[in-house]
């Protein structure tokens, strides 16, 4: 509500309303845009009987939401929006240090198994969407906007052409354009990996994820660019040599496997187990699907699940649990678990910012960040309980428009943070 002095809905009280619904004892009301908002309350009516029942006080509270929406008309504008977002407010003498990652943006492997590299030259970055044949002037501006001296091309000419990246060439002659490629998904986050080892030094720590979908692996780009974890993408029945290979060369100790055996299957455990000196080295981060799979490692990531003690502010495996940085959930990010293009990008956004990342259907909040909204099948619980409900959040955001993430999982979600 603003302005103006308190009045009757001149609207209603000029039609002679008296039709009204019943709701629960608590509802929420989103604005879609500034202006006056009337409310009414009134207790149960009935035309037999009058007012009756839930007579009494009502409250009537003013809460500004704690999350931000960032979209656009489409995934490569809604990447933009996310790269202004998260670089906006940086100094200008540390833009030297900034990267890129442009990405595929009708494809999503190489994306995926890119976040490690957020943070290869020390600073901030983000990661842009371009399609395969030429760059849009968007993401151009946006790569010169962010005063970024670097850029890593993820994939091969296949997925990014040539002409893509001689005109990011273009724009600057101070940028440092760096294709990062195999012949295959695989190959390209075993290279990926490589070059991380390069900038970043030893990786001890590897993250492998199913290479034909992406919820799983969506779900852990947050850590995977906060502490500059390779991905390294398998098939579901076993990892190949070359994978455990590389793992050996750039110093991987401990495995973080996500998703379930539906996906990435006992083997791969094994195989990598084996590589790495005993189970204990290996730590499977999963649920019954993609949503619940997403709240799991967002608890593990954040140090609220997993081994080790708790509020230390490190995770791992049994073997090693103080080995990384854990994200913090004093802000949340929220995208679509019905398709990639804004979570890739939001990914990297948490990530760069230490929080984590929850998957949402688009038209109501999975039970698995709020159960009250949906039954939860017995044994299983919700992410804010499980983080402490209600956890201390501030701002935190969703990724993408209303076409991806509806207003009703926006408002659920604002309203269990901590006010």
Request: with cysteine; glycine share 12%.
């Amino acid at each position: 509500m603003n302005g103006g002095a308190w009045g009757l809905d001149p609207a209603a009280f000029a039609s002679n309303d008296d039709s009204f619904g019943s709701y629960n004892p608590t509802v929420g009301l989103v604005p879609d845009e500034g202006g006056n908002y009337w409310i009414r309350v009134r207790p149960y009516y009935s035309s037999a009987t009058g007012f009756t029942g839930h007579a009494g006080a009502y409250t009537f509270k003013i809460q500004r939401t704690m999350t931000e929406r960032i979209s656009a008309s489409d995934r490569v504008g809604t990447a933009v929006q996310v790269s202004k977002r998260g670089m906006s407010t940086q100094p200008l003498a540390s833009r030297a240090e900034r990267t890129i990652l442009l990405a595929n943006s009708m494809n999503y492997p190489d994306a995926l198994a890119g976040a490690a590299l957020v943070h290869a030259y020390g600073g901030q970055g983000s990661l842009l969407l371009t399609p395969q044949a030429s760059l849009p002037s968007t993401v151009a501006a946006e790569i010169i906007r962010s005063g970024a001296r670097n850029v890593y091309i993820l994939g091969g000419e296949s997925v990014i052409s040539p002409t893509v990246f001689a005109q990011v060439q273009a724009l600057s002659p101070t940028l440092n354009v760096k294709r990062v490629a195999g012949t295959d998904r695989f190959a390209t986050s075993i290279a990926i990996a490589q070059e991380a080892r390069a900038r970043l030094g030893v990786r001890r720590f590897a993250i492998v994820a199913y290479a034909f979908n992406y919820p799983d692996a969506l779900a852990a780009t947050p850590i995977s660019a906060w502490n500059g974890i390779p991905v390294f993408l398998t098939r579901t029945e076993y990892i190949s040599t070359q994978a455990l290979a590389a793992m050996s060369s750039i110093g991987v100790t401990d495995v973080i496997i996500v998703g379930s055996t539906s996906v990435v299957s006992n083997a791969v455990f094994d195989g990598c187990a084996a590589q790495m000196g005993g189970t204990n080295h290996v730590l499977r981060v999963s649920g019954a699907n993609r949503y619940e799979t997403a709240k799991e490692i967002a608890l593990w990531s954040s140090d609220l699940k997993g081994p080790g003690s708790r509020g230390d502010g490190t995770i791992g495996t049994p073997s090693f649990s103080t080995g990384l940085v854990s994200l913090s959930t004093n802000h949340l990010g929220l995208a679509s678990g019905e398709n990639f293009p804004d979570a890739l990008s939001g990914g990297v956004m948490c990530g760069v910012n230490g929080m984590p990342l929850l998957l949402t259907p688009k038209s109501t909040v999975t039970g698995y960040i709020y159960d009250v909204y949906s039954t939860l099948p017995a044994g299983k619980t919700d992410f804010f309980n499980d983080a402490g409900s209600p956890p201390q959040i501030g701002t935190s955001f969703v990724f993408g428009s209303s076409a991806a993430v509806g207003k009703l999982p926006v408002l659920i979600f604002s309203m269990m943070q901590g006010y």
